[in-house]
């Protein structure tokens, strides 16, 4: 109980950074939508397996940045983002495949501190947030110019689905003087960690690339993409994203 009070203390002290004013929801209702959607996944990757061209699947890595709005102050700020994506094979005659994408940002580590007397009793409070951004993707991918250019250009749209996480630590120190022994003081504390998730939902987004083809099976890729209505709980996270990367198909 001494644990929830503190927060709750904590959270409505003035000054504290706008996020804190939000309410926090439990992941329970995104593992259930995430439930849907890996079905549809596996549907799709069965599908794209079935009628394959040429091309095996393949598994890449990209690391980039995106520019969005900063959580603590709503500013807009541009943070390193890293992928891993799961591609099908092509299919179609080598014109179409589908990505599985996963991919997050850190947002760093924001600090805050508290201290006064209550009744003669000295509180402090020291909190540390440490947020984070997570997504995954699944695209449907069009390459006008199919398999025969040693360039191939590619669009694609999709849908996604976010987490934005707080991982939280406090330390809480009550110091008081001995009531029967007067110049004695006692110092109580207590500490703890958690994580929240303060915003999830789905989001469409859109994509367009270059893929470089370096040997048979390894690739190099440059995308760019827009991310729509990426937004819950006053949080909007929708906005350009541009990477880098490899791809090596099986």
Same mark, same amino acid.
């Given at each position: 109980?001494? #644990?929830?009070?503190?927060?709750?203390?904590?959270? #409505?002290?003035?000054?504290?950074?706008?996020?804190?004013?939000?309410?926090?929801?439990?992941?329970?209702?995104?593992?259930?939508? +995430?439930?849907?959607?890996?079905?549809?996944?596996?549907?799709?990757?069965?599908?794209?397996?079935?009628?394959? +061209?040429?091309? +095996?699947?393949?598994?890449?890595?990209?690391? +980039?940045?995106?520019?969005?709005?900063?959580?603590?102050?709503?500013?807009?700020?541009?943070?390193?983002?890293?992928?891993?994506?799961?591609?099908?094979?092509?299919?179609?005659?080598?014109?179409?495949?589908?990505?599985?994408?996963?991919?997050?940002?850190?947002?760093?580590?924001?600090? /805050?501190?508290?201290?006064?007397?209550?009744?003669?009793?000295?509180?402090?409070?020291?909190?540390?947030?440490?947020?984070?951004?997570?997504?995954?993707?699944?695209?449907?991918?069009?390459?006008?110019?199919?398999?025969?250019?040693?360039? #191939?250009?590619?669009?694609?749209?999709?849908?996604?689905?976010?987490?934005?996480?707080?991982?939280?630590?406090?330390?809480?120190?009550?110091?008081?003087?001995?009531?029967?022994?007067?110049?004695v003081f006692y110092t109580y504390n207590e500490t703890g960690d958690g994580?929240?998730?303060?915003?999830?939902?789905?989001?469409?987004?859109?994509?367009?690339?270059?893929?470089?083809?370096?040997?048979?099976?390894?690739?190099?890729?440059?995308?760019? #993409?827009?991310?729509?209505?990426?937004? /819950?709980?006053?949080?909007?996270?929708?906005?350009?994203?541009?990477?880098?990367?490899?791809?090596?198909?099986?």
């Amino acid at each position: 109980m001494a #644990q929830i009070e503190s927060i709750d203390r904590w959270r #409505q002290k003035p000054g504290r950074n706008l996020i804190n004013s939000f309410s926090i929801e439990r992941a329970v209702s995104a593992n259930r939508c +995430g439930i849907g959607m890996c079905s549809a996944i596996m549907l799709l990757c069965w599908a794209t397996t079935c009628f394959a +061209g040429g091309s +095996g699947p393949g598994i890449g890595i990209k690391v +980039g940045a995106q520019t969005l709005d900063s959580p603590s102050d709503f500013d807009k700020t541009t943070r390193a983002r890293f992928e891993l994506e799961l591609a099908s094979p092509k299919f179609g005659n080598d014109y179409f495949d589908v990505a599985l994408t996963f991919g997050g940002s850190s947002f760093g580590s924001f600090h /805050d501190e508290y201290a006064g007397f209550d009744d003669g009793v000295l509180i402090e409070e020291f909190y540390t947030d440490r947020y984070s951004l997570f997504d995954l993707r699944l695209a449907g991918r069009l390459y006008p110019l199919g398999d025969s250019s040693w360039l #191939q250009p590619y669009v694609g749209a999709g849908i996604g689905y976010f987490w934005f996480f707080d991982s939280w630590e406090y330390e809480y120190y009550e110091t008081y003087e001995d009531p029967y022994v007067p110049g004695v003081f006692y110092t109580y504390n207590e500490t703890g960690d958690g994580r929240d998730t303060l915003a999830h939902g789905f989001f469409p987004f859109v994509t367009a690339g270059l893929t470089v083809p370096v040997e048979s099976n390894f690739e190099l890729q440059f995308e760019v #993409q827009y991310h729509y209505d990426k937004q /819950d709980s006053g949080f909007d996270f929708g906005g350009p994203v541009y990477m880098f990367g490899c791809l090596f198909r099986f």
